[in-house]
């Protein structure tokens, strides 16, 4: 993943680049006392416009309502915090505060004794939050991290490009998507932008063809019996190949990265390609990503991942996650009550009032104007079921294979029927 939010740099308050920098002045660390001087360490991966200042504004003031604590930020790219955050777990030193997506990834880190426990810290004020956005933060009952935002991925479209080459309505099945490529290609029209390089979004494809093809039911089956060697996981491989015959990625894309001024969102937000399979957070980054920076505009539309003929899945179930923040086995006593600040109605519609964030708090949904937001609100509001990005909802050696199988598979170097084997082998090993 999958995500992912938005990405331009803001030099005012952080420089050149997106590393750590102190707001205030030196704090003593880690204390059991509130009240005591200490420093939250916060990792997160919204380091350019537009939630990288609202992130710190908000530190900022809660800084000012508590002298006593200084909020040490730093924003990371979502590849780079991956790998940092890998080796800070491993030696046993996870950040105060830090991003999370749920899921396998929170397990592990629950399971190694690595996060706190926030049941009883959060039980005053949880339950203003949408319950499906709190459960791949939920472990064994027991909550671990709290999400900011939650959305669900599906196809944004330049509404222009589509017009030109007479694809006049959103598809509605896997085999329109694969004719409206066809019409784009004809019409001298790149049909999607992928960023091959980062495999986490092209797992979006495999992932959503296997939950039509086979069902939720398929999905849970596989991580219950670590088998991923079955009909339904190798025909998802097989419509995907479908798509990847057909050329439909701009030049370059195995080299391409998500984020950068030639990497996938900036290809859609320049108007490049005609498609993306992305999540709610696509539109803040296409536009941050774009050379005007602001992107498409009203030219740009939504629609849900569609049915694939024959299929056991409905197109009402949703694929996605949200994004959140775990809290660190030794954060400083103000770390959970920073948290909360964050979650409040006012400072999640701030975030949502950018574009990049859907709420969490049912209070602050409101604040969604963004009419392509708003489908996607709707859509995952009506959702019949609901799946997390599998590189976040299996054990993390699973959901990386997944991701490097599916790359082998655009890639070409392994087959459907290959790809499902050497997941099912990583699976059982764990």
């Not at 999905?219 to 491989?237: I, M």
């Not at 030049?251 to 490049?272: C, E, H, I, V």
């Not at 602001?294 to 939504?302: A, Q, T, Y």
Request: glycine residues 12%; charged residues 20%.
């Amino acid at each position: 993943m999958t995500a992912h939010l938005s990405r331009r740099t803001l030099l005012g308050l952080v420089g050149a680049g997106a590393g750590a920098y102190l707001l205030t002045g030196c704090g003593d660390g880690e204390s059991g006392d509130p009240d005591a001087p200490q420093a939250v360490n916060w990792w997160h991966i919204q380091n350019t416009e537009p939630m990288l200042p609202v992130w710190a504004a908000m530190a900022q003031e809660y800084q000012g309502a508590h002298p006593n604590v200084t909020v040490e930020i730093q924003p990371l790219e979502n590849e780079a915090f991956k790998a940092k955050l890998t080796t800070a777990t491993q030696a046993g030193s996870p950040p105060d505060l830090f991003q999370s997506w749920g899921g396998g990834v929170l397990k592990q880190q629950v399971d190694a004794g690595l996060v706190k426990d926030l049941t009883d810290d959060v039980r005053p004020w949880i339950g203003g939050l949408l319950p499906a956005a709190v459960q791949p933060f939920t472990v064994d009952g027991k909550i671990y991290g709290v999400p900011f935002d939650v959305g669900m991925v599906g196809f944004w479209y330049n509404k222009d490009l589509f017009a030109s080459a007479g694809v006049t309505a959103a598809p509605t099945s896997w085999a329109g998507v694969l004719d409206a490529v066809r019409r784009l290609k004809a019409a001298g029209t790149v049909p999607i932008a992928l960023a091959g390089k980062e495999k986490w979004p092209a797992h979006y494809y495999w992932a959503y063809l296997a939950m039509r093809i086979g069902g939720l039911g398929a999905l849970q089956q596989a991580a219950k019996d670590n088998n991923f060697d079955t009909p339904d996981f190798v025909a998802a491989g097989d419509r995907l190949k479908e798509l990847v015959d057909l050329q439909p990625f701009q030049k370059g894309f195995l080299g391409a990265d998500y984020s950068s001024p030639d990497g996938q969102a900036a290809t859609m937000g320049n108007g490049r390609a005609a498609m993306e399979l992305m999540g709610q957070w696509a539109p803040s980054v296409q536009a941050s990503a774009s050379t005007g920076k602001k992107g498409l505009g009203d030219k740009l539309g939504f629609f849900p991942f569609p049915a694939v003929d024959g299929g056991k899945g409905s197109a009402s179930e949703a694929f996605g996650g949200g994004n959140g923040f775990a809290v660190g086995k030794d954060a400083p006593a103000a770390t959970v009550d920073f948290l909360k600040a964050l979650l409040t109605a006012d400072n999640q519609r701030r975030a949502a009032r950018t574009g990049a964030v859907l709420p969490t708090v049912r209070d602050a949904t409101d604040a969604i104007s963004d009419p392509n937001n708003k489908i996607v609100a709707a859509s995952l509001a009506s959702a019949t079921g609901f799946q997390l990005y599998l590189d976040q909802a299996y054990p993390p050696a699973v959901g990386q294979q997944v991701n490097d199988s599916v790359a082998e598979l655009i890639a070409g170097s392994k087959t459907p029927a290959r790809i499902v084997k050497d997941i099912t082998t990583v699976a059982k090993s764990q």
